[in-house]
């Protein structure tokens, strides 16, 4: 365990440095700001694949599927390039919520802080049951395998993100029953108080709407990332990090989300990957360096495409 708890001590740490020191006071992030962080993240992401293959090497950490740190390494990079594929998802989706709210930019930090630190608790309870699922009961891959068949063909046929009506939603009218809600802002604040009476404010809206839509990502990317391994700590830490980097790569490609929509065929083309690999599990095991590359590939062709196809738009 101590190996858990220095890694969430770890967490927690960077996200009080993060809300205290980076960003005590709230202001504009810039792209070029956001850019740096997206790299710096990224960065420390890759480079704890290195601290994967120690922890296994030395055995400090327990490793129920006996993996050799080699093993244990790549599992660990191709679950975090699955799970930072899947937020970009996620980006759509809050760029909608903040719009339909009308966020102001300096406040859209605080809200995706505690956005995370919220999806943060959420991922690790729904990892927990994930993995104590397909240990008890084998059977379940097929189901997520299936699963995740459906969410690639539902994406292929259909664009839900684009009819998605924040104020629509069943969450914020559930919302408005329990707490009155004001379309004032103060400050950084998520409540106010009007006449004597507390109200919720906007920020506090769109925060609630965030943590819900991410448990409904998490349907889709936990499950994914369960085709790749079963190993507790792989799952887990490969998710914060994607996590911790989603709020920095949201400000740098909000501004620049339509320049990227053949992402949408790359994340398509990695669920019916995983999912056609839970399904086949039992009949033909993939080495684990070909999920590593096909995945990544995957991303660097939507990537590319995004970028050609967005050239040729602007010079017509």
């Known amino acids: 365990m101590t190996v858990w708890i220095l890694f969430i001590a770890a967490i927690l740490l960077f996200l009080a440095l993060d809300l205290g020191v980076f960003n005590k006071t709230p202001h504009v992030i810039s792209?070029?700001?956001?850019?740096?962080?997206?790299?710096?993240?990224?960065?420390?992401?890759?480079l704890f694949?290195?601290?994967?293959y120690w922890l296994y090497t030395n055995s400090y950490i327990a490793n129920p599927d006996q993996l050799k740190p080699t093993t244990a390494a790549i599992k660990y990079l191709t679950g975090y390039l699955i799970e930072l594929s899947l937020s970009v998802d996620n980006i759509f989706v809050i760029a909608i919520i903040f719009s339909s709210f009308k966020i102001p930019q300096k406040n859209q930090h605080r809200v995706l802080f505690w956005g995370i630190l919220g999806a943060i608790i959420f991922r690790g309870l729904m990892i927990y049951f994930g993995v104590l699922l397909i240990n008890k009961f084998s059977w379940t891959?097929?189901?997520?395998?299936?699963?995740?068949?459906?969410?690639a063909a539902k994406?292929?046929?259909?664009?839900?993100?684009?009819?998605?009506q924040p104020k629509d939603s069943i969450i914020y009218k559930l919302l408005g029953?329990?707490?009155?809600?004001?379309?004032?802002?103060?400050?950084?604040?998520?409540?106010?108080?009007?006449a004597g009476k507390t109200f919720a404010t906007p920020l506090f809206v769109a925060l609630i709407v965030i943590e819900v839509m991410d448990v409904i990502f998490a349907l889709d990317s936990v499950p994914a990332i369960l085709a790749i391994t079963s190993d507790p700590f792989l799952v887990f830490s490969s998710n914060i990090f994607a996590i911790l980097g989603l709020r920095?790569?949201?400000?740098?490609?909000?501004?620049?989300?339509?320049?990227?929509?053949?992402?949408?065929?790359?994340?398509?083309?990695?669920?019916?990957f995983v999912g056609l690999k839970m399904l086949l599990h039992d009949f033909y095991e993939l080495p684990e360096w070909v999920s590593l590359v096909f995945i990544a590939l995957s991303l660097l062709i939507g990537i590319v495409v995004s970028l050609k196809m967005s050239e040729k738009t602007s010079s017509k």
Not at 177 to 192: R, V
């Open 31 to 46: 792209s070029k700001e956001a850019g740096k962080w997206t790299a710096i993240f990224v960065t420390i992401s890759f």
């Open 49 to 52: 694949s290195g601290v994967i």
């Open 141 to 151: 891959t097929y189901i997520f395998g299936a699963f995740l068949i459906f969410t």
């Open 155 to 164: 994406m292929l046929f259909t664009k839900e993100e684009d009819d998605f």
């Open 177 to 194: 029953k329990i707490i009155p809600i004001t379309k004032t802002f103060e400050k950084e604040h998520f409540f106010i108080k009007i």
């Open 248 to 272: 920095s790569m949201y400000f740098f490609l909000a501004n620049m989300l339509e320049k990227f929509s053949y992402l949408e065929y790359s994340l398509i083309a990695i669920l019916t």
